[in-house]
């Protein structure tokens, strides 16, 4: 009796390791026998699937009235066409058509009779052509095949757990992700659902992963929940999913202002919080700015981005890859329009950000920084970047980082910077809103 209630209230487990992608012609006599098959189990089970995500079923597409019927199989196409199009943002441009197929056959005897096909087609709007389902990509057939197959778990009452090995393996990123949203929006509700990746885009929340490591023949495989504790190789996939979600949530903003690292991002922000107090212009607060780590990795950023966020970027003169940025520029990954020079607001050739302040305003800073006493009277020929006059006075490299520092822990010296400081800084501000108008 104990052992009966137990089982009663287990879960059903059911396990796919390969998915029966649908067929671009199926007789549909075929599809009356084995109708009881698990989800996924067959070819003729995800077309039996199919027809009922459609609101259809086999008898219906025997009737010989339905044949003939084009409006009907168009609202089957209908249906079929807009719940992929939720789910398959690489292309919305296709829709599915379905189609029946007589053809007369003649068996030993001489005798002839009618088969009936359903022909599955994909109509590329974007394009402008149709051809057979089966004639598509394999990422796109094994995906639709998947939304048939396992929307029959939406109607399912009992308790079931789906566990999936290796899903989603032909299916590019952008389409893992697609995949990724059905789980959790379509199939999950259903039940619960366990599957295993290597992909870092089958990944959205960390929480929720469990990592197993072959730790050997005396340890075995370790399944745990700690990231901490895994090799390299192990944490790879979680590494990689980190860094995609970071870059897709930097890049949503209208406005974004590529610089080349932290300080440009504290001088800019500072300085333009003093400006917009004095009522004077400084950089829109709606622009999101964002360092790239480096000079050297301004080209990267601005040939991985390009046309695909607005962006605009900050760069001093002489930067380190600034041919490369150019050759952007050429290939139409950015507008030259969006790239705005430091230099250009100063009557020198090169110029930093640093240089955008007085030499006396910047001298202080750096001398809060590391401790000197510094004078402008110190420094070399006055025509070089500032950076430059204190490595040709004998002052070592330094983290230009520091200085910036000293103004952020600072707001005092925000307010006493100098007006030949404020208006230099307000003369970049108005160029770099103006990208943006």
Do not use: C
């Not at 219906?60 to 939720?86: G, H, Q």
């Not at 009992?158 to 590019?172: C, F, K, Q, R, Y």
């Not at 885009?201 to 072959?214: A, G, L, N, S, T």
Request: glycine share 6%; charged share 25%; no cysteine.
């Amino acid at each position: 009796m104990a052992q009966s209630a137990i089982w009663s209230r287990l879960p059903k487990f059911f396990l796919f390791t390969d998915y029966q992608s649908l067929e671009g012609r199926v007789d549909v006599a075929a599809l009356k026998t084995q109708s009881d098959e698990h989800p996924g189990a067959s070819p003729k089970q995800t077309a039996r699937a199919l027809l009922k995500l459609a609101n259809t079923d086999v008898n219906a597409m025997t009737d010989s009235n339905f044949e003939s019927s084009t409006a009907e199989l168009e609202s089957v196409s209908n249906d079929l066409s807009r719940e992929m199009k939720e789910y398959w943002s690489t292309n919305p441009e296709l829709r599915i058509k379905i189609m029946t197929e007589p053809e007369t056959v003649s068996n030993q005897h001489g005798q002839h009779s009618v088969v009936r096909y359903l022909n599955f087609r994909v109509e590329d709007r974007k394009h402008d052509f149709t051809n057979n389902f089966s004639r598509r990509s394999s990422g796109y057939r094994w995906f639709f095949s998947f939304l048939a197959a396992f929307s029959e778990f939406e109607t399912r009452e009992s308790n079931v757990v789906i566990l999936l090995d290796e899903p989603g393996l032909t299916l590019h990123a952008k389409a893992q992700r697609d995949f990724l949203r059905f789980i959790n929006e379509r199939l999950a509700p259903a039940g619960q659902v366990v599957y295993t990746t290597h992909s870092p885009f089958m990944v959205d929340q960390i929480e929720r992963v469990r990592v197993v490591e072959d730790r050997g023949e005396d340890v075995g495989s370790v399944t745990t929940s700690e990231a901490l504790e895994v090799g390299d190789d192990s944490a790879f996939p979680l590494q990689a999913a980190l860094g995609y979600d970071l870059t897709q949530n930097l890049f949503i903003g209208e406005r974004n202002l590529l610089v080349e690292g932290p300080s440009d991002l504290a001088f800019l922000d500072l300085i333009s919080r003093r400006l917009r107090d004095l009522e004077r212009e400084g950089v829109d607060e709606r622009w999101r700015i964002l360092p790239a780590g480096g000079s050297s990795n301004v080209p990267a950023f601005v040939s991985l981005l390009g046309r695909k966020v607005s962006v605009t970027v900050l760069l001093d003169s002489g930067t380190e890859g600034g041919g490369k940025v150019e050759a952007a520029m050429n290939a139409n990954k950015i507008d030259s329009e969006r790239i705005v020079l430091v230099s250009s607001v100063l009557e020198q050739k090169h110029a930093d950000i640093e240089d955008l302040f007085s030499v006396d305003d910047y001298i202080a800073l750096y001398n809060a920084a590391f401790g000197k006493k510094l004078k402008a009277k110190d420094l070399s020929n006055h025509h070089e970047r500032i950076l430059k006059r204190l490595e040709n006075s004998g002052e070592p490299k330094f983290d230009h980082w520091r200085p910036a520092e000293v103004l952020l822990r600072d707001p005092a010296r925000v307010e006493k910077l100098s007006d030949a400081t404020l208006a230099n800084f307000e003369a970049l501000a108005q160029k770099i809103n103006a990208t943006h108008a």
